[in-house]
Structures are given as structure tokens and as C-alpha cells.
């Protein structure tokens, strides 16, 4: 209300919500880092890893800093369980893994998981 102008008005909200340039850098600094001390548990899904990647990503974005598919596909691929081995070895020889989607990631991953868990329930009946 106290503002004159409107680029005064947004300058203040954009301080209020978002803090100061260095507020913000420790704030990327800290998201960053929890980024990369992200890992998959043993008996988590490929779907809760991912959403909690991309709830890290997309707070760093909110931030102004850019982050790219590429870094995230890394990121899940590095991050994911050891019983995914195989699935990532058959990716890294049938795609370019520079220009595969997350979403694309995601499908491939989640039929392999599927189709183990149906083995699952087969087994434990």
C-alpha cells in the first residue's frame, strides 16, 4: 500500500516471498545439495524417487536457477536401485540418453516394476 509505483510494489513482494539475491543463493545452494544426496531406498518406487526429484527441481526453479531435463535423467539414472541394472544398461545402448525425456525415463522404468511386482504377487500366493 505504502509503494508509489508498480515495479516498487512487485520489487517488495518479490523480496517477501522470494528473499534477497543472496537468501536465494543459499536457498539454490541448499536444494542443490539435496539434490545430490538423494538416494533410492531399497524398497521405494521409481515413481516416489521421481516426484521427490522433481519436488527438488522444481524449487530450484522456482528460484530463478536453471536446471535441465538432462541434469534430472542423470540424476534418477544414478540414483536408482540396483535392481534396475540391466534396465539401465539396455537404455544406455538403445538411447541417447542427452535427449530422453523424463517422462520417457519414467514409462521405461515403471513396466519393468510392474512386471517384477506381478512376479511378486505370483510367487508370495
Do not use: P
Not at 33 to 42: K, P, T, V
Not at 68 to 74: D, G
Not at 104 to 124: I, N, S
Amino acid at each position: 500500500m505504502a509503494c508509489k509505483t508498480t515495479k516498487e510494489a512487485w520489487d517488495r513482494l518479490k523480496e517477501e516471498y522470494q528473499g534477497s539475491g543472496r537468501t536465494r543463493q543459499i536457498q539454490v545452494l541448499n536444494l542443490k545439495r539435496e539434490f545430490e544426496s538423494l538416494n533410492m531406498q531399497q524398497d521405494e518406487t521409481i515413481s516416489k524417487n521421481v516426484n521427490q526429484i522433481s519436488l527438488i527441481v522444481n524449487n530450484i526453479r522456482l528460484l530463478a536457477e536453471e536446471f535441465t531435463n538432462k541434469q534430472i535423467v542423470e540424476k534418477v539414472l544414478v540414483n536408482l536401485h540396483e535392481r534396475f541394472e540391466s534396465k539401465i544398461f539396455s537404455l544406455e545402448e538403445s538411447k541417447d540418453l542427452g535427449k530422453l525425456s523424463l517422462g520417457e525415463l519414467m514409462r521405461a522404468f515403471q513396466v519393468q516394476e510392474q512386471k517384477r511386482t506381478m512376479r511378486w504377487d505370483k510367487f508370495t500366493e
